[in-house]
């Protein structure tokens, strides 16, 4: 389990605005002495996690957000629906990886936590598809 798959999973269990469940978690694992304070500070798996959330793709999360979905969010949206495509890409993440990159129009080449976000939403069946009625 990723830094980023723990940090997802323990949001899970709070039931606080996604921005908050995510600084719980950061505070929790902290205080275990998991990871980095800049690991645990990382942007980007932090946005998707938040992003999917505010917009109804979280079990246990109401969508409570006008504002677009951000980048790393809709980064994890179109991983999704790689991986349903062929989900043996969730265990082969530097592929699925790749296949996001290209499909979005991404250069760079870490997916900083976007995956592992997706990954354990996937892993604890807390990804809601339907959710998404609008564009992102």
């Known amino acids: 389990m990723t830094l980023y798959s723990h940090l997802t999973e323990l949001a899970l269990t709070h039931a606080v605005p996604p921005a908050q469940a995510w600084e719980n ?3 929790i694992l902290g205080a275990q002495g998991i990871g980095t304070a800049s690991s645990r500070g990382k942007g980007c798996p932090k946005a998707a996690f ?3 959330a505010e917009h109804g793709y979280v079990r246990g999360f109401t969508a409570s957000s006008d504002r677009p979905m951000r980048e790393n969010a809709r980064h994890a949206l179109c991983a999704y629906r790689l991986y349903v495509a062929d989900p043996s890409l969730l265990d082969r993440k ?3 990886w790749q296949a996001v990159a290209a499909e979005r129009g991404i250069s760079r080449k870490s ?3 976007v995956l592992d976000v997706m990954t354990a939403l996937i892993q604890q069946d807390a990804f809601l598809p339907a ?3 609008a564009s992102h």
């Open 25 to 27: 978690s950061v505070q």
């Open 50 to 52: 938040v992003g999917l």
């Open 94 to 96: 530097a592929l699925w």
């Open 111 to 113: 997916q900083n936590g």
């Open 131 to 133: 959710a998404g009625t």
